[in-house]
């Protein structure tokens, strides 16, 4: 029996310590690395960077070298006399050119800058999913630490009724109360039992929306901390105006900055196709040599006489090519309107959600003290019909309601206070401040 007590508490000892215990900086930045969405919206980072490299290196000249060999059967030219012969002829051929587009409408100038501006629009696109991201993981933090509260609730009331029932029966043996007023109570410690059970369950989903929001696994053991600071939201100020609060966020958030570069992105590819309807003038320059093997001279001599050099001047002019590059503008004015179009309405959106912010914050505020003082006010009426149920001026029915009131305000406390911290901290980020308590 020693070594079956032994071999529990060390069980016991060793689950306890295994247990991970989370804070909220934790969270964020475990979900800042491990996050899919986030490493997708890398992804799209890298391939943007290459896109621009692509975008640079277009406007460069082109180098290229090649080679190749032949062999011949029957009828072929010679090389020497430039008539034909009727034998196998083996021949080499090396050949190395250059390419440099001179003039095309600034289309490769107009696209690289358009890369630039599509690079720059995805570093914020994935800022903005780190935001949204550590938005939702505060918002599921809190809302663990707001069932906790619940849970915590429905035991002190649970106690109470507890101690209360005890009183009753007590009072019950004495005369001092009926065998009715015991039963009603045993009735409402049912219920607070239930309330029990209700809030750990609601505690349990909480922690695993919190658990499947950082992809963890949700049979291990999980607890986290409560922020030490997190209380000073509940006195947050609520005389934050629109205009202040909007320059802020437009200022230091992503939301708008990246699609501003999305439209230039746009505008420039619009001026990327507007230059496929001018002219495309290049400049080309190139050496090359060859071999057969029906001349006598060496392979080397034959290429130092053979050697050939040239430069050219190539300009297209387009004609006629299936309106496909008067199609392509067209395509991209449609895309930049877009893009105009989607800027405007972020920029509303962003007003809209600021404004909505600021009168949440004020809202919360003033229904945060509404139930404090409610709170103190049903305490107060709960001690005192507790003193007459003490002494029988009472019954248990009306002691039931009053001891439910409280349960219901102590709940309304824990949900205005949350709401309030959570209005606080969205209002907090959007006068640029970082995402943590």
Known sequence: ?????????????????????????????????????L??????????????????YAMYPTLNGSSSRSHSYGRAINPLTNSYVSQDVVSINLNANSNVTVFNGF??????????????????????????????????????????????????????????????????????????DVLNIKSQVATDELNVTTAQNNLDLAKLDLIQLLDRDPGEVFEVTRPENVEKYLTANTSATLYDVYGKAESNLPDIKLLEYRYNAAKYGLAAAKGSLYPRLSLGAGLGSDYADLNPLSFRNQLDLNFSQFWQFSLTVPIFNGFSARNNMKRASVNMASADINLQQAKLTLSKSVQQAISDLKAASKKYESTIKNNQSLKEAFKYSQQRFDVGLLNAVDYGISKNNVARSEADVVQAKYELILRAKLLDFYNGNPLTF
Not at 6 to 29: F, G, R, Y
Not at 153 to 178: C, M
């Open 39 to 56: 490493k997708q919206s890398k992804l799209n980072v890298d391939l943007a960077e290459l896109n621009k490299s692509d975008g640079r």
């Open 1 to 37: 029996m020693r070594l079956i007590f032994s071999l529990a508490i060390l069980a016991i000892s060793v689950s306890t310590s295994s247990a991970q215990v989370w804070s909220l900086d934790k969270c964020v930045s475990y979900a800042m690395e491990n996050n899919l969405n």
């Open 107 to 180: 289309n490769r100038v107009n696209n690289y800058k358009s890369t630039v501006q599509s690079l720059e629009a995805e570093k914020l696109s994935l800022e903005k999913s780190r935001n949204d991201i550590a938005l939702m993981v505060i918002n599921a933090y809190l809302n663990l630490l707001y069932n906790q509260d619940l849970l915590r609730v429905a035991n002190e009331q649970l106690e109470v009724t507890k101690t209360q029932l005890d009183r009753s029966q007590k009072n019950a043996a004495v005369g001092n109360a009926t065998e009715g």
